[in-house]
Each structure stands twice: as structure tokens, then as C-alpha cells.
């Protein structure tokens, strides 16, 4: 059966961003390689060899991967998406949420909806937006 995980991409913050989220979200760590320790050299810029080639964690079954921008054009940043989370209770949603607010911004503030006792719409401090929801609607 084919699954669908998310994959960032970030402009040279990835190692810092994929722990920040191992914290907030849990889960396990289960690879973090920079371009210098790719088995074959990788054809990276030489600044950019501490870069994030590929990471990624499991959580709930599921994998968020992601790396640096690795390619020879600008990054443009993360934008026409969102990660999508939902937890079982709101209380759950929250604390997830209030911890990507923190240093990002809340275009939607978390709260109930018709749709869930919890939701909101969150871009974190690396710049991956997020809706977050959780508990069933009363």
C-alpha cells in the first residue's frame, strides 16, 4: 500500500529545524547526513558541505524527511502548503501548537471549530506552515 510523508526542504537550517521538531513532536531520529558524509561525493557547492543532504524521523508510523536546498538555483522558501497534524484531544493539538507559535507567526489562532474541538493554522520559525487540530467537534 502506497503511504504519503511530508518532505521539507529549508535553506541551511534543516539539522536545526528536524531536532526542534523531534522535540515538539516526539518521535525517533532516524537518520541526519550532511553532504560531506553522502557515501559518494555528493555535487554540492563547498559551503555548503555541513548542509543537511537528507533526514528523517518516524513518527506514529509516518516519516517527516527533509534537507537543505541543494540546488543551483535560489531557494524560495516553503510556501503553497501546509504539514498537516491531528491529535486526538485538543489539549494535545495545543501544546503542539503553541510551540511552533513560539518564534513563528499564528495566521489562525488555535480554537474550536465545526470541524474539531481544536484548530489552528501556524507558520513555525524555520518557515513550514502547519494546521494543527485535534478532538472531535461536541
Request: aromatic share 14%.
Amino acid at each position: 500500500m502506497a503511504q504519503t510523508d511530508a518532505y521539507l526542504f529549508f535553506n541551511g537550517n534543516c539539522a536545526e529545524a528536524m531536532r526542534y521538531y523531534q522535540r515538539a513532536l516526539g518521535g525517533k531520529n532516524m537518520m541526519m547526513m550532511t553532504a560531506a558524509q553522502a557515501p559518494e561525493q555528493v555535487d554540492c557547492p563547498s559551503d555548503k558541505k555541513d548542509w543537511i543532504l537528507h533526514a528523517r524521523f518516524e513518527l506514529d508510523g509516518r516519516m517527516l524527511m527533509a534537507s537543505d536546498w541543494m540546488a543551483p538555483f535560489p531557494y524560495e522558501g516553503m510556501k503553497g502548503f501546509a504539514v498537516a497534524l491531528t491529535y486526538p484531544t485538543a489539549a494535545e493539538a495545543k501544546r503542539v501548537f503553541d510551540a511552533f507559535a513560539d518564534g513563528g507567526q499564528a495566521p489562525m489562532p488555535f480554537s474550536k471549530t465545526f470541524f474539531a474541538e481544536g484548530f489552528g493554522m501556524v507558520t513555525d520559525r524555520f518557515g513550514t506552515p502547519w494546521m494543527i487540530s485535534g478532538g472531535p467537534t461536541s
